[in-house]
């Protein structure tokens, strides 16, 4: 399904995609696993994951990122974006788990169809884009947080960020890859991503995959402070230069969208997949038990 049909089925009764943007302010109190504050004098504006328990990343999540995403786009006043989560000690947990388990292959496809889509939307976003990282930032997680311009984290030795996925017996794509690589350069991806590293603020800090790491009451001032340093750079001149840095990597997925979708389908469907899953997921329960 087109993200604006399902955008629309999200939103029943809407008819048009400006009717859909109307209801997603109006009911935005309501539901909503995104919440956006905007801060019109000084054009920025801050989107926080509200996506109760670990702000995973389900198919209505990031239908809702990317909504919200194109809404600010069109928004000229606002220049900056922050991204974090509303409570705490999870960032993301990343892509959500029940979204790739015990599905059909028609809806694997359209959940990563809007994968993409919001990856694609992220890492060529105008605005500049902060990552304020307070909690957890696992595998989609750290994807998030990678598109970004910056990335600022909490100093909690708790918190920890990487590319985890063959701990779970999957493989990251080659975009995901590609994202990693310009952040961290290619010998420590080549680590990173084989070893499945989570990296605690200090080691994230040395390893380059987040860029400032301060205490954890500081980090949205800290954030603030980097976006009013970025917002000083006139838009024309820094949003040309992201989109020549980004371009090769955006193509790269572009020219391959479909396969990529038909790979990730048989990958995610086979059986020794969905066991892995199934067990991770029983992991996860009895660690909390
Ligand atoms: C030939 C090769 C070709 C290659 C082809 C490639 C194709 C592509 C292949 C597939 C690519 C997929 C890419 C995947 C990306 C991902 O993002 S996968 C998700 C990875 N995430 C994680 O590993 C994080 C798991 N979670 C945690 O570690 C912890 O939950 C936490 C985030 C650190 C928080 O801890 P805590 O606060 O203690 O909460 P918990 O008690 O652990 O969890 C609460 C409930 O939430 C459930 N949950 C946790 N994470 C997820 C998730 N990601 N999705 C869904 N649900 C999640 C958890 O199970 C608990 O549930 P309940 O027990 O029911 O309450």
């Known amino acids: 399904m087109a993200l604006a049909s399902r955008a629309r089925a999200l939103l029943p009764g809407a008819r048009s995609w400006g009717a859909v943007l109307a209801r997603v302010t109006a009911q935005r109190a309501m539901s909503h696993r995104v919440v956006v504050e905007t801060d019109a004098a000084a054009g920025v504006a801050v989107m926080k994951f509200r996506n109760p328990p670990v702000n995973s990343l389900s198919l209505e999540m990031v239908t809702e990122l990317v909504i919200n995403l194109e809404k600010l786009e069109n928004d ?7 991204f974090t989560s509303e409570s705490p000690g999870v960032f993301s947990s990343g892509l959500n788990l029940l979204d790739m ?5 028609a809806h694997y496809a359209e ?3 809007a994968v993409q889509e919001l990856w694609l939307r992220l890492y060529q976003c105008p605005m500049v884009t902060v990552a304020t990282i307070n909690g957890a930032c696992p595998a989609g997680g750290c994807l998030i947080s990678m598109t970004c311009d910056y990335r600022v984290m909490a100093d909690n030795p708790k918190y920890t960020i990487g590319l985890n996925e063959t701990q779970l017996g999957i493989v990251a794509p080659f975009w995901f890859k590609d994202t990693l690589v310009n952040t961290i350069g290619y010998r420590a991806s080549e680590i990173s991503l084989q070893l ?17 790491v301060v205490p954890e009451d500081q980090v949205h001032s800290a954030a603030l402070a980097v976006m009013a340093q970025w917002l000083a750079i006139p838009d024309h001149a820094r949003q040309l230069t992201k989109a020549m840095l980004r371009k090769p990597t955006v193509d790269n997925l572009v020219r391959q969208r479909d396969a990529d979708i038909q790979q990730f389908v048989s990958f995610i469907s086979r059986d020794s997949i969905q066991k892995g899953l199934q067990m991770y ?7 909390k038990a």
């Open 76 to 82: 000229k006043t606002v220049r900056g974006l922050i």
């Open 281 to 287: 997921l029983q992991m996860l329960k009895q660690k």
């Open 196 to 212: 499945g590293l989570l990296y605690p603020p200090a080691e994230a800090l040395r390893v380059g995959i987040v860029d400032k």
């Open 101 to 105: 388990y015990g599905r059909n292959p």
């Open 111 to 113: 959940y990563w169809k």
